[in-house]
């Protein structure tokens, strides 16, 4: 059976213990932090398990390559302590299972990964993908199946995850460019992290989206607009991808304005939240999150999640700011006009 | 024959009766499962006045007379047991006049709970009334003639129980007004503080007499209105889940769907809760107090609630729910019925594990729905079952099933909704017998003779 | 018969029956005739009968069958998924009908005229054209569009009047089109809704080949029901025209400037026919020319678009008259529907619709209150004198 990589020793080292300090969820001291975390490596209780709200954060708060999320959800199923009620594990257990229902592109050697989100169908058109469509793949075959870490569950992506990376490998394709970062995720850290092999290059849209932009810069017209941006928890799995938004934003001429709840300090949509822990947290997030926004004085919230999407449009809307998915902002600036642009 | 036939037409027009086999065929039979019996013939009456005319006829002729409206209550209620004549209502498909002050509306005997439903739509956006989720052709006076519950059932009972006053033609073919409408040209109470004869009619199958008007209370109807679902993992915590939720009275609706198919279904029980409100802040409210009241459930990992995503809040914001229908299609076999029997909430889990066992035992593909009434009196438990029409194996497969649910939830101490002949009959015998010779000299007095709808209610 | 797989689904639970809100039945013939029987639900359960030998071919039977209008309200507001095929399975019973031999009088007169004459009319082809004797237009000879009139177009009185405001704008916007004449054969879709499928193979056949041989490559259409039968049927047959009804070249030419509207004052309300708007899926070309031509107001009756109400003529009804009849027959309730709008003016695109309504506003005795024209006629009166 896969394995996590944990190394006690770097915490046992660890100079500021970042992960649990850090946590906007929790609140430890660097010295207690250090400790916690080596407990839980060692398997003994500690309030950590039970506290943690699966933000995911410390994955990256770790600068240390240790994986402190991974470790309590490990520590969690071995426990038995929940996260989620069991009817909603049981309902995305089912979400996710395979039912031979897939679509495939024509597939190139490169090719777009819807994963099982059947909006980013909707959104890849135009000018900005029309270097690798029609080739890319969606459904519960391609599914990566991350979110049951949220779940304190590795048994599902430890029997699904090597039967999708098989299945996108015998597609053909050499380099897969992720449209959610959760499949990116799962690819780019989760899969390492409990050493399996990914036989394909794995490229982050964002990037992709940056290199398309810069090939297509003549048909830019700057939008000149205020923006700030819902960066998803799984973004916190996809290492130092989140850079690339500004870039992009300045590539097409919007102004990412600064707020407090970005980058290493975002807040979550709420959206698992309310699944899991019911309605005060999720109006605690969703409130700080929303008045942030609203204070910066943006007109556009963009998005990357399409699960945030869904919980934030409503709200954002309400604040007098326009939901738009990050690449339909893009589609906007080379003239285009996309669905949920309009 | 023919001069019965000449004799209805010269009360509702020549094109408006019919003794052909074409409709002798269709209006034998039902969508659902009981046995077909032709009618003699299919009069459509236009008015009252040609009502009493039919049911003088059907008096001197010794013909029975069955009432009908959309015939969607499947059960077989509008099977012309003993042939005779069948009277298609949704003729007489008038709203009669909405009283915004006092809150009722009056319709004729065949007019669609569509019909109402648009009705109040286009003319009173701040009125409604309990819309079932049955086809938009079933007829408001049948569905309070069989006891319906519908999208105010969880807040106000029954829709029997809205009934704000009732016209009859009785089995003589006199013409009687029941509730505040038999003193006056108000239609606001269908009895009370008066004796409430409403009860000689309602729940009878059209036995006693045929409805003509029917008064039915409006309620508020709010500028907003959502939904959102709680699941559960296991029935023995939907009572407990119930109790908390009506507590609140916050809610306008509550249903609950259990099905293996889709997937995604599979192995949870959906609460499926709606809330209405005239602000955002009001809906805030509501839904903050609904999920507050769950938040024991939540932390035990009990329960929670799902992501209900646009689709699916669209098909259940519909009223009537679409999707109650299409149910029927799920084997591609045009069909599905349902044993409903009004159970006591605390019977759910049992009902539950029922249906599970009889799906398995004659291998049909199920749903399980409830809707609460009353705010957890009881609720409407309904064995789903789907069938296909052309295969045979399997309508019988589903009247067994069908027939062992009625049968056990009557053995846990719930009633039979809309029953068939048979569950009528045990019904009956299983009745205090006082109950049942009441019953009986209540029908003997009004129908001396036995023509209206026969078969219904009788047999003790 | 085709389709039979089908119809054991159906429920009879009758939302094909409704308008989409549910405020009106607004199946014509179960607005006619009110037994569930003449309902698509009723349609449905009946033909399975029939195949299952529960029910035999009667005159009552064949009544049942031939007032569908084809209007397609079912297929629009089923709530089921095999909705898509319910005209079909509809006219699949017809067809099976016809194979037996057994189909109403009038149908097979319909049937007969059509294979003896060319026209529903029994009139010689020779005056399939005399519709156009004071106008100067030109027979089909390699010009961009043909423009096909149809039998109701040619012969019909009403329809004549159409055909000839049409003919009148096109002209004044310099289209250039021709017509067949005498040659034009009948465009078949009556004849394949009434079910005589291998009478429509043969008339379609025969078009296509004319239009080949005379290199037709676009074509307007008078009529929707020919509108219909090219687009929809046509390919089939290798038929691959680009074709328009004129209410979408009338709305191009305006939009891009080359006709423009004059004055026309009135209060006007727009009928949709069922094989433009619902099986067309054209329900804005002819409100566009209403919208354009200055001093109309355009009033919409509360059924229009998907929901409207077919006036009773389609389905070849139009010719057999299974419909028509009293009080509650289609074209008399649409007829009512109009003047609740408080308009003058009831306007269609189709000859049909045209004849059906006028004689409803006759029947109704609304003549002085309500007049019919068409969105040609219109924009024809509009241009006068330009
Ligand atoms: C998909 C589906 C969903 C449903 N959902 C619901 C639901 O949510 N709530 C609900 O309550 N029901 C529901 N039903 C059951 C039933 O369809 C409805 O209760 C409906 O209102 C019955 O109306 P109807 O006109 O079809 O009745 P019918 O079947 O025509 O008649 C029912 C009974 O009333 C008698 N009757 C009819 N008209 C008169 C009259 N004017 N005077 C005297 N007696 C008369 C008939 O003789 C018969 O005994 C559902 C059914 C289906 C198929
Ligand atoms: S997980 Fe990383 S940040 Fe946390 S204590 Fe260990 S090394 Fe330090
Ligand atoms: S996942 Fe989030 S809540 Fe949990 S410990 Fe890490 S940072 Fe804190
Ligand atoms: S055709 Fe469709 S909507 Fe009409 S009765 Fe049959 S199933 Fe119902
Ligand atoms: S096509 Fe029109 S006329 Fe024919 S059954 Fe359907 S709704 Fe009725």
């Given amino acids: 059976m896969y394995q996590l990589k944990f190394d006690e020793k770097r915490c046992l080292a660890c100079p500021d213990g970042a992960c649990l300090v850090q946590c906007q969820y929790l609140k430890y001291e660097a010295d207690p932090a250090r400790k916690e975390m080596v407990k839980i490596f060692r398997g003994e209780d500690s309030p950590v398990l039970q506290d943690c709200v699966t933000c995911y954060a410390c994955e990256e708060y770790c600068k240390r390559g240790n994986h402190p999320f991974y470790l309590i959800n490990e520590r969690r199923e071995n426990k038995g302590i929940l996260t989620a009620p069991r009817a909603i594990t049981r309902q995305w257990i089912h979400i996710g299972e395979p039912k031979g229902k897939y679509e495939l ?48 569950n590795t048994k599902v992506f430890k029997e699904r995850l090597p039967v999708v990376i098989e299945n996108i490998h015998k597609l053909g394709v050499e380099e897969v460019v992720f449209l959610h970062d959760e499949c990116y995720a799962a690819f780019t850290s989760l899969a390492p992290a409990y050493g399996m092999e990914v036989p394909f290059k794995s490229v982050h849209y964002f990037e992709y989206l940056y290199n398309r932009l810069t090939a297509l810069k003549d048909l830019i017209r700057p939008l000149n607009v205020k923006v700030v941006y819902q960066r998803p928890c799984s973004n916190r799995l996809c290492g130092d991808s989140h850079l690339f938004v500004r870039k992009i934003m300045d590539r097409i001429g919007a102004t990412l304005v600064q707020r407090t709840y970005q980058d290493e300090t975002a807040l979550c949509c709420g959206s698992i939240f309310r699944a899991m822990y019911g309605y005060d947290l999720m109006a605690d997030v969703q409130g700080r999150n929303l008045e942030d926004m609203a204070q910066s004085g943006a007109e556009y919230c963009i998005f990357n999640c399409h699960g945030c999407m869904n919980a934030l449009s409503p709200l954002v809307a309400a604040r007098g700011m326009t939901p738009l998915h990050l690449i339909d902002l893009c589609r906007m600036a080379i003239g285009e006009t996309p669905e949920g642009g309009r | 024959m023919e001069s019965i036939v000449q004799a209805l037409a010269g009360i509702v027009g020549k094109p408006y009766v019919s003794a052909s086999a074409e409709e002798r065929y269709f209006y034998g039979r039902d969508p659902g499962l009981m046995p077909a019996h032709a009618p003699d013939y299919v009069v459509l009456p236009r008015s009252v006045e040609e009502i009493q005319a039919i049911v003088r006829l059907a008096g001197r002729e010794k013909i029975p007379l069955v009432p009908m409206g959309a015939g969607m209550s499947l ?83 029954f829709n029997s129980d809205m009934v704000s006053g009732l016209e009859v033609v009785l089995p003589s073919g006199e013409l ?79 249903n609950i769907f259990a099905q293996p198919l889709p997937l995604i279904f599979s192995g949870n029980h959906h609460i499926v809760i709606y809330f209405t409100g005239d602000s955002a802040e009001e809906m805030e409210f509501k839904k903050r107090t609904l999920f507050h009241a769950l938040d024991g459930f939540i932390k035990s990992k009990d329960g929670g609630f799902m992501t209900v995503g646009e ?46 066992e009889l799906a398995v035992k004659y291998d049909l593909k199920y749903h399980a729905t409830a809707r609460i009434i009353d705010k957890g009196h009881a609720m409407m438990f309904a064995f789903s079952f789907t069938f296909n029409r052309a295969d045979a194996d399997m309508l019988n497969r589903t009247r067994m099933a069908l027939s062992e649910a009625s049968e056990y939830a009557l053995s846990i101490g719930g009633l039979f909704w809309k029953p068939t002949l048979d569950e009528q009959r045990i019904a009956l015998e299983k009745m205090d017998p006082q109950t049942a010779r009441l019953m009986k000299r209540i029908k003997e007095e009004l129908d001396p003779q036995g023509i209206m709808n026969p078969g219904n209610w009788e047999g003790i | 018969m085709k389709y039979a797989e089908i119809l054991h689904r159906c429920f009879r639970c009758g939302y094909c029956k409704f308008t989409l809100d549910y405020e009106n039945f607004n199946c014509p013939p179960y607005r006619k005739y009110r037994f569930d029987t003449f309902a698509p639900g ?31 309200n079912c297929v629009e507001h089923c709530a089921f998924t095999f909705r898509e095929n319910l005209v079909d399975i509809f006219i699949a019973a017809r067809e099976e009908m016809v194979n037996g031999g057994r189909i109403p009088p009038p149908v097979r007169d319909y049937f007969k005229a059509i294979s003896i004459h060319g026209n529903p009319y029994n009139l010689p082809a020779a005056q399939r054209s005399s519709w156009a004797a004071d106008l100067p237009v030109q027979p089909y000879d390699g010009q961009e569009y043909l423009f096909y009139v149809g039998c109701v177009g040619s012969y019909d009185e009403r329809g004549r009047k159409i055909a000839q405001a049409v003919s009148r704008n096109l002209i004044r916007a310099g289209v250039s089109f021709g017509i067949l004449g005498e040659r034009e054969p009948c465009d078949g879709n009556e004849v394949r809704v009434l079910g005589e499928s291998g009478l429509f193979e043969y008339l379609a056949e025969t078009n296509i ?16 029901h020919a509108f219909n039968a090219f687009r929809k049927e046509y390919p089939a047959f290798g038929g691959d025209f680009e074709v328009l009804h004129y209410s979408q070249v009338f709305s191009r030419l305006i939009e ?10 009135a209060r006007v309300t727009f009928h949709d026919a069922c094989y433009l708007g619902r099986h067309g899926g054209e329900y804005e070309a002819p409100r566009n020319i209403l919208r354009a031509i200055p001093g109309v107001e355009l009033v919409e009756m509360r059924q229009n ?82």
């Fill in chain 3, 305 to 386: 678009r998907a929901n409207a109400l077919c006036c009773g003529g389609g389905g070849g009804n139009f010719f057999t008259d299974i419909l028509g009849g009293e009080g509650d027959s289609p074209s008399r309730i649409r007829v009512r529907q109009a003047l609740e709008t408080g308009a003058e003016i009831l306007v269609v695109s189709c000859p049909q619709c045209a004849k059906m309504l006028e004689d409803a506003i006759k029947a109704e005795g609304l003549d002085g209150r309500l007049t019919v024209a068409d969105a040609g006629e219109l924009l024809d009166a509009s241009l006068r004198g330009h």
């Fill in chain 3, 42 to 72: 009723g349609r449905m359960w009946l033909i399975r009968a029939w195949l299952n030998g529960e029910i035999e071919n009667s005159e009552r039977f064949q009544e049942i069958l031939y007032s569908c209008a084809t209007c397609g």
């Fill in chain 3, 209 to 224: 080949a004319l239009f080949r041989q005379l290199g037709v490559r676009k074509i307007i259409t008078l009529d929707p």
């Fill in chain 2, 176 to 254: 009687c007004r029941i509730g505040s409408c038999a003193l006056s040209d108000d239609w606001f109470s269908k009895g009370p503080p008066l004796p409430d004869l409403s009860g000689l009619f309602l729940g009878w199958f059209g036995a006693t007499g045929i409805l003509t008007k029917v008064g039915i209370k409006l309620y508020p109807r709010k500028k907003m209105r959502d939904v959102e679902i709680f699941i559960t993992d296991s029935p023995d915590f939907v009572p407990g889940i119930l109790y908390e939720l009506t507590h609140t009275e916050m809610a306008e609706d509550i």
């Fill in chain 1, 105 to 152: 592109g024509r597939i190139g050697k490169i090719a777009l990964s819807f994963g099982f989100m059947p909006q980013l169908k909707e959104i890849t058109k135009g000018r900005l993908f029309d270097d690798v469509m029609p080739s890319y793949f969606f459904g519960q075959e391609f599914f990566c199946n991350v979110v049951y870490i949220h779940f304190a």
């Fill in chain 3, 256 to 265: 891009s400037g080359n006709l423009k509207p004059g004055n026309f004052a």
């Fill in chain 2, 75 to 157: 059960s077989g209620l509008v099977i012309p047991q003993r042939g005779g004549i069948v009277l298609d209502m949704k003729r007489m498909d008038g709203i009669l006049k909405v009283n915004e002050a006092a809150r009722y509306a009056v319709v004729e005997g065949g007019t669609s709970t569509g019909k109402l439903h648009a009705h109040l739509n286009r003319y009173y956006p701040r009125l409604r009334f309990s819309t079932p989720d049955s086809p938009a052709a079933a007829t408001v006076a049948a569905n309070v003639m069989i006891h319906g519950q519908g999208r105010l059932t969880q807040q106000q009972g």
């Fill in chain 2, 311 to 356: 689709g699916m809040k669209k098909t259940l914001l519909d009223m009537p729910q679409r999707s109650a229908t299409t149910f029927a299609d799920v084997t591609k076999g045009g069909g599905f019925e349902y044993s409903g029997p009004i159970v006591p909430i605390d019977r759910y889990p049992q009902c539950s594990r029922k249906l599970d």
